[in-house]
């Protein structure tokens, strides 16, 4: 696998310059690719996640915000203003800092979420060779990247000096603490089975055998495990304690307004997409095709198959992925905390456990 | 470039270290602990040892870090905090402190330090795991049978009786 950065610094040494001026303009560009990817990530999901919240709902400003005059009808295009609206709302908000917040820390907090989803990006592969930089460690440098927001979110609900925030904080802390174990043990899996922590190499090795969520029973329940741990760990209903509106006002970002708490926004979009790519690379075959599985389809259909398609195959499970999540989020309540770490701590950990051990017998066994 | 680049993380592990311990706010002193022990992260990479970077920060930042903030949050009196309001001891506080800091120094200069030029590695994750689990056997079984303990003691405090 070759990464965007080493293909940008081979094409700029064509032109003589110097690695000390190659360096920063390609960390550049690869930090302003992965912004943009952000953004307009934001900006499709929060479009998406309204109008699912429409349709199933029965919600009416979703389906009618117009643009320029233009309504779109009732179904598919109706309420396209809502993002744009969304958008320009956050911007002109006003933004407050309260008076015996620690302002310095409350500053800084949505900038370590930012951050920490920012940083989980640069390993991530959106196709075989669409990728910021390629790591050896690929997998294991995403779940390390991705347990940084967590003190952002304390830090958030702390300094906001605030009983909801701080409670939501505290619940926050509690609840991806206890996930990222259910996340690690079934991750771990696949690493057990495919011997390598690379993703390329996870990809090539369910290319060689089978998606890996068909691999055995045991690696099916990972797969769900894994997914149903990724929800809590994003912080969505059922699994938002930690904001729960209808307790906490807002838990950790109560007290947050304007670009700052866009911020927060961005980050949870962004980690949607990363958990949903992440999911489809490892358990469902990131950039191969759904097609190979069933062999039943004529040879022109093939041409569906090819490298060039990974990126649209890869976003498909992603997309996928990400409505089921909000499927989830529009139709179910949420779970009392205890019920929370009952579901991880006595169901989810255990099973990852016995998971582990009978994966590491079915691979002795075949 | 990569001096440059070094020389900065370095700054920023040793500047952040000072303010841990010398800021009056306990919270600002966890908080600057992130960029401490993130930027030592960096320096491992810088010795081409990915893995144990990835480790630096799933272990320190996304664990303990977590655990102290959160430690440090629920207590009272943040601000202002008694630490540094008592003086007794500081002389042998400040004697043991210089001794391990010349001791320090000692190793640094005394020891050779094998200076080569850079190379790309692959990656050190499979010998990392056989010298674990070869040469290393024993120490590993042993740590590990410390953090079980450790674990088991953890949730028996916790219990409520």
Known sequence: MTSILDSLVKSFSSFNLDIAVILPVVTLIGGTVIFLIMAVNALVAVYFERKISAFMQDRLGPMEVGIFGFKGGKKFWGGIGQTLADAIKLLVKEDILPNNADKFLMILAPFIIFTGAFLTFIGVPFAQNIVISDFNIGIFYIFAMSSIGVIGVILAGWSSNNKWSLYGSMRAAAQIISYEIPIGLSLLLVVLVTGSLHLGDIVQWQADHRWFIFHSPFTFLAFFIFYISTIAETNRTPFDIPEAESELVAGWMTEYSGFRWALFFLSEYANMLIVSIVASIVFLGGWLSPLQIFNIFPDSWLILDGPAMGLFWILFKAVILIFIMMWIRWTFPRLRVDQLMYLCWKIFIPFALVNLLFVSLWELIF | ?161
């Open chain 2, 1 to 161: 470039m990569a001096e440059n680049l070094f020389i900065i993380i370095a700054a920023l592990v040793i500047a952040s270290a000072f303010w841990v311990v010398f800021s009056p706010n306990l919270i600002h002193s966890a908080v600057s602990l992130i960029f401490t022990l993130f930027s030592t992260a960096g320096l491992y990479i810088f010795l081409y040892a990915d893995f144990i970077a990835a480790t630096q920060v799933v272990i320190y930042v996304g664990g303990i870090l977590v655990l102290i903030i959160f430690g440090v949050m629920l207590t009272n009196s943040i601000d202002t905090p008694s630490i540094a309001a008592s003086s007794k001891n500081q002389f042998i506080g400040g004697m043991g402190a210089l001794t391990i800091f010349v001791i320090q120094v000692a190793v640094i200069f005394n020891t050779p330090w094998h200076i080569g030029t850079e190379q790309s590695r692959d990656s050190t994750v499979a010998s990392i795991g056989n010298l674990l689990l070869n040469e290393y056997l024993l120490p590993f079984e042993i740590i590990s049978i410390l953090l079980l303990a450790a674990l088991m003691g953890a949730a028996l405090l916790s219990r409520r009786t």
